[in-house]
């Protein structure tokens, strides 16, 4: 039963995986070579594989990348948190998609935006690493009470229910105004930064989306499933 | 149709979810799960030996992750 849900969240991360995977071999490995050009010195002294092994290892890592998701958020945490998640069919995934993105790349990026290489950041890696993680756990939080708030609210009018359930995104502003400074020094232009975040995002996006579509599409479980118990499940 | 669907989800709540896993899973399987996450994010991200951390340096990237 339990394996059952680990088994398609496994099969939908490895779908959005090889989208993702398509993705990186298309726009993110010419995107990011194109943007090296800007960079001046790599910091250990230029990087110790072939141009090759990186685009191989970068698709790759894209396909698990997906496969990771598709595990933890579609194979772990929907069978958990099932009963809890707003909508219903492809909603649902979607709502916990939503959620995901948030934690992993929304709540961060806000503090720490993807940064094109040949970029450097002013606050070191390991504060950046705390920071992420700290951001990483405050989005992970803000779903759960956006979750909460929107069970909360059943029998109120749709758009006092949707008001409640977008409250907690204003949580996001704190770590935002506490944020230290990061300023960022580079020669890539601004527009082509902005080119490059967005992309980014939207790789995300295109990411969770495919996963929560194929997990729909897999089906199954909208019913509470009661196999693989060894009491009757019908006490009534 | 109605009482039936409420009931069904009345019946299933996150508790239960963990209930069951209880009742259907083995340490070990939920240890594989585990296992199985953790080493792919630390593969991804966090692994510095210049060989595999460079050879992911565009999959970083695309994924919005930097590190230097």
Redesign the interface.
């Known amino acids: 039963m339990a394996t059952d849900y680990l088994e398609r969240g496994a099969v939908a991360g490895v779908a959005g995986g090889l989208v993702y995977g398509l993705f990186v071999a298309t726009v993110g490995n010419a995107f990011t070579a194109g943007l090296e050009t800007f960079e001046h010195s790599h910091g250990g002294g230029g990087p110790v594989v072939s141009e090759l092994t990186t685009t191989v290892a970068s698709i790759g890592g894209g396909v698990l990348w997906g496969l990771l998701f598709g595990i933890a958020a579609f194979g772990l945490a929907y069978f958990f948190l099932e009963p809890a998640i707003p909508g219903s069919g492809a909603t649902k995934r979607l709502a916990l998609a939503g959620a995901g993105f948030l934690t992993v790349s929304g709540a961060p990026w806000l503090v720490l935006p993807p940064q094109p290489p040949g970029v450097e950041q002013a606050l070191g890696t390991e504060t950046r690493l705390a920071w992420y993680a700290g951001l990483m756990a405050l989005g992970a939080l803000v779903a759960v009470l956006a979750g909460l708030a929107y069970q909360r609210t059943e029998h109120h009018h749709t758009a006092v229910r949707l008001g409640a359930t977008a409250l907690p995104l204003a949580l996001l502003a704190v770590p935002v105004a506490l944020a230290p400074a990061n300023p960022v020094h580079g020669d890539v232009p601004a527009a082509l930064v902005a080119a490059y975040r967005w992309t980014v995002v939207f790789g995300q996006l295109v990411l969770w989306a495919t996963i929560a579509g194929v997990h729909a599409w897999l089906g199954g479980s909208d019913v509470p499933a009661t196999d693989d118990l060894d009491y009757p499940a019908t006490a009534d | 149709m109605q009482d039936d669907t409420d009931t ?2 009345a ?4 508790y ?3 209930e ?2 209880r ?3 083995t340490g070990p ?1 939920i240890a594989i ?2 296992a ?2 953790a080493a ?2 630390f ?2 991200l966090f692994v510095q030996d ?3 951390h ?15």
């Open positions: 069904a989800r019946t299933d709540s996150v239960d979810r963990i069951r896993a009742a259907s899973l399987q799960a585990v199985l996450v792919l994010g593969t991804l210049p060989m595999l460079d050879s992911l340096h565009n999959f970083r990237h695309s994924a919005g992750i930097t590190c230097h």
